[in-house]
């Protein structure tokens, strides 16, 4: 026997004490009452008698003084946590660890899951370990890591808690002196630790899945969009697929195809004919386990030209740019004539800003205009020649739009707090800032001081520009799961238009999307459509295991279902009830 | 004490000289009285005729017999006299168990014996011990010394443990005139009582015992942890007191009793028990006629 609360010479001292202060006690316990009777001449024939021939009058003091030392040295015995591993099994940690890979969700041939085998392999690991056993529950996810506890109810409630969803799969550090229990499909490749014990719960199955769908503009035609769609056969088997592309006006595509295991189907779809809005793929074959890649959804944004107000003093490149532009519709007026109005959906403001704050997003080139706008921020000396050295290339101005060898002969300082600086000069000077609230783009030089216009990447910076600042955009891409979309304060939608409970983190809105499909995030000026597709060949190869099938290691699970210390204050509870009831029945002292 | 002893009131008294006190033998008594003596005397009451021897009083002689038989008959008469009671009174510290307590009913019980036998020109003696004799009152004679009986009794006082052989003893070979010797008391000594009744039976004493119990040594009312306190001797017993226990007592104070009734039935005494919580006047008019102590 050991302790797990205590050394065994304090176990030994807490057991001495423990009999002596109840011995002493007991005997305390014992002050008679004095009563005075004529003549103990009867009393004590009788008390002869009874002493001479009762071997239980003799046993009861010496029964009584037992029963309390007893009581006492089991409560001070199982609060030192006793431990005796052909009764309570061995002592140890368990690590039980659930391979939350989406691929858990695959069904199985019972009509169950991987993830339900996983659950009840992981019970089973909780059910047959001995009292001592203290558990870990966590995912590969990095998700879900409860602390160590031997509360089995507490354990069961863990491991009914996780969910497989997707994200960055790895094993979770378990420490030293601990065992691990591993339960997986194998698909995942999350490699456990040497010594780890594996419990798989793969079982081969079909699967037919969406590996791509994505919605991207047409460069040949104004405002056309397609979608590229790859259905794959991750099965073992020859499967007929039904795929559909279906719009929110009720447009719809559809194919047949029948693919041999391996084999894909690819197919770019022109959605001229199709509503903005949102577009659903959808993959339907006769053998598929695995459903939560049966489809994907996309964004496609309505299709309109951008009305724009060019207002400038005459700049022939700018005007040359946008006229050419198939995706605006251009004004053109003179500073001193501009009027704020609701008939454009976007300025640009050549070496002009007006005093306040447009109505419509605006792009401003030159900051040197800037200095009376108040709306605008604090301008200062003029710097010369500044050297483009860094741009944001994965913001959506900047995407495509290459900087290099811009020359730049003069620009105006700008303090860019609070602002996203989407170019900036080798002495860190902003060059180009953009503002999210109220929406606008502010270059710090004017065109005449560069060659940017003879670049390549100006007509696409211009388009990127009105895009950003007027048109709808394409939705974001994000997988099943944990998701986070860099917009701050947005109320998050599922694609029914109920609310999705979602937190702010670090600047970006966080919710949890737990099955493909289209979201929005809405603030009170913006919508950003959120695709949340389980497209990937990563999810979708189902059959992919690393793992063979082999039986969990039996472990020692002991006689007694609780430790030691539970059993034993148990059974004190009982003395000391039945010592209070002989007690007051004078059957003991 | 002298209240209740004044509380006998005039028509008890007057019912107790109806009493007297019936003693199984016959003893020679110092002065006339109305109990029949071992002597031919002088009485009443013709007892027998024997031949005349000079020196006999002629006025007994029987004159018809002498013409009948010319033979001079005298005619013998019973003698009778008084009759020596001697009262032994516990006063032994036990005897103050109880509420009343056992010595005010002795008391009382020796009391009103006292004056059926004073009533009866019996003469009375009255010995308090314990373990020795307390106080002891004079032979008294006639009714009108009944208040002396009465202060002597009021007066004794309660002490020591009780050792009825040592006391008996000393009286008894003081007093060699044998009589009625009554004693009342709990019976409860260490030593036992039979060594003292032996001593008023080898003093051929006619003995009655009187046996007071209180009803707290009949029924104790004690439950639990106790150390029982001797009266007499101050010794200690810790018990725990049970329902069994308690069972076991009552048995062991029936079985005592039984044997002191055997004991006085095996050597012909007298013996009466009660209890200090049954009614004195039931006892002395019913239950000591009933025993043939009084008649």
């Known amino acids: 026997m050991n302790f797990s609360a205590l050394t065994a010479p304090q176990a030994a001292l807490l057991a001495f004490a423990t009999s002596g202060a109840i011995i002493a006690l007991y005997f305390l316990k014992l002050r008679h009452r004095r009563v005075l009777v004529s003549s103990s001449v009867l009393w004590q024939r009788v008390l002869d008698e009874k002493e001479a021939h009762s071997l239980w009058e003799k046993l009861r003091k010496i029964l009584s003084i037992a029963l309390a030392v007893l009581i006492g040295l089991l409560i001070a015995l199982g609060l030192a946590r006793p431990e005796v591993e052909w009764l309570t099994g061995k002592t140890e940690r368990v690590a039980i660890v659930l391979d939350s890979f989406p691929t858990m969700l695959t069904q199985t041939a019972d009509g169950r899951t991987r993830w339900q085998r996983a659950v009840d392999a992981a019970m089973s690991v909780v059910d047959s370990s001995g009292a001592n056993v203290e558990f870990r529950v966590a995912d590969t996810s990095g998700r879900f890591d409860s602390p160590w506890t031997r509360d089995r109810r507490e354990v069961r409630r863990f491991i009914e808690k996780i969910r497989p969803a997707a994200g960055d799969f790895r094993f979770p550090e378990i420490g030293g002196g601990a065992r691990a229990v591993f339960i997986s499909d194998g698909v995942s490749g999350v490699a456990p630790p040497a010594g780890a014990a594996i419990v798989p719960v793969f079982e081969r199955a079909g699967n037919v899945g969406v590996t791509a769908f994505e919605i991207r503009s047409t460069p040949s035609t104004s405002l056309g969009y397609e979608a590229y769609l790859e259905v794959h056969n991750y099965g073992t088997q020859r499967s007929n697929v039904d795929i559909s592309v279906s719009g929110a006006g009720g447009q719809r595509i559809t194919r047949r195809a029948a693919l041999q295991p391996g084999e894909s189907f690819t197919e770019a779809f022109d959605l001229s004919r199709f509503d903005g809005g949102g577009i659903r793929a959808a993959a339907r074959s006769d053998s598929d386990a695995f459903p939560l890649d049966d489809a994907a959804y996309a964004y496609l944004p309505v299709r309109r030209k951008t009305r724009a107000l060019l207002v400038t003093e005459g700049n022939a490149y700018l005007e040359t740019v946008l006229k050419l532009n198939s995706l605006v519709e251009l004004s053109i007026t003179r500073p001193s004539e501009f009027r704020d109005t609701a008939s454009f959906d976007a300025y640009i403001l050549d070496r002009f800003a007006p005093t306040a704050a447009p109505g419509r997003p605006a792009l401003i080139i030159g900051a040197g205009a800037a200095r009376d706008a108040a709306w605008l921020p604090r301008t200062g000396s003029t710097v010369q020649k500044p050297a483009l050295t860094a741009w944001m290339e994965d913001h959506p101005v900047m995407q495509h739009v290459s900087l290099h060898d811009v020359s730049i002969t003069a620009a105006t300082q700008i303090d860019a707090s609070n602002l996203t600086v989407l170019a900036s000069s080798s002495g860190r000077a902003p060059l180009i800032v953009a503002s999210e609230r109220p929406r606008w783009i502010l270059l710090a030089f004017d065109l005449q001081s560069t060659d940017f216009p003879f670049h390549a990447g100006f007509p696409v910076f211009a388009e990127n520009a009105l895009a950003w600042l007027s048109r709808e955009r394409l939705a974001l891409h994000r997988a099943p799961g944990v998701v986070e979309i860099p917009i701050a304060n947005a109320v998050i939608r599922g694609i029914d238009g109920r609310d999705v409970p979602s937190r702010q983190y670090l600047g970006a809105t966080v919710f949890e999307a737990r099955e493909p499909g289209l979201y929005t995030a809405e603030t009170r000026d913006s919508r950003q459509y959120v695709a949340v597709n389980l497209t990937s060949p990563r999810y979708s190869a189902v059959n992919r295991t690393a793992l063979a099938n082999k039986p969990p290691a039996a472990s020692n699970a002991g006689w007694l279902r609780r430790e030691l210390w539970f059993y034993m204050l148990g059974t004190a509870l009982v003395l000391v009830s039945a010592e209070w009831l002989t007690y007051h029945r004078r059957i003991t002292l | ?295």
């Open chain 2, 1 to 295: 004490m002298s209240t209740t002893l004044t509380l006998f009131d005039d028509e008890f008294l007057k019912k107790l000289e109806y009493l007297t006190i019936v003693s199984k033998r016959v003893f020679a008594g110092r002065f006339r009285a109305e109990r029949r003596a071992k002597r031919r005397g002088t009485g009443v009451e013709f007892a027998d005729f024997r031949a005349y021897v000079p020196g006999d009083d002629f006025r007994h002689l029987d004159w018809k017999a002498y013409l009948r038989l010319n033979k001079l008959i005298l005619r013998l008469f019973e003698e009778e006299e008084d009759l020596p009671i001697y009262f032994f009174v516990d006063a032994s510290q036990s005897m103050t168990y109880g509420a009343p307590s056992k010595l005010d009913y002795a008391r009382r019980v020796a009391a009103a014996l006292c004056y059926i036998g004073l009533s009866n020109l019996d003469r009375v003696h009255v010995v308090a011990y314990a373990d020795k004799i307390i106080s002891e009152l004079p032979p008294q004679r006639g009714k009108g010394r009944i208040f002396k009986v009465f202060r002597f009794l009021n007066d004794v006082v309660e002490g020591g443990p009780t050792n009825s052989r040592e006391s008996f003893k000393t009286y008894c070979t003081d007093t060699r005139r044998r009589g009625l010797a009554v004693v009342i008391s709990d019976f409860l000594e260490p030593n036992g009582y039979q060594g003292g009744l032996d001593v008023l039976r080898h003093f051929r004493h006619d003995i009655f015992v009187i046996h007071i119990a209180s009803h707290e040594e009949v029924q104790p009312a004690l439950k639990g942890e106790l150390v029982l306190v001797d009266s007499e001797n101050g010794a200690t017993r810790e018990v725990t007191v049970t329902p069994s226990l308690l069972h076991a007592y009552q048995s062991e104070f029936e079985r005592f009793c039984s044997e002191l009734d055997s004991y006085c039935g095996r050597y012909q005494l007298g013996y009466a028990r009660t209890v200090t919580d049954f009614p004195f006047e039931e006892l002395v008019l019913k239950v000591f006629r009933q025993g043939r102590f009084l008649k």
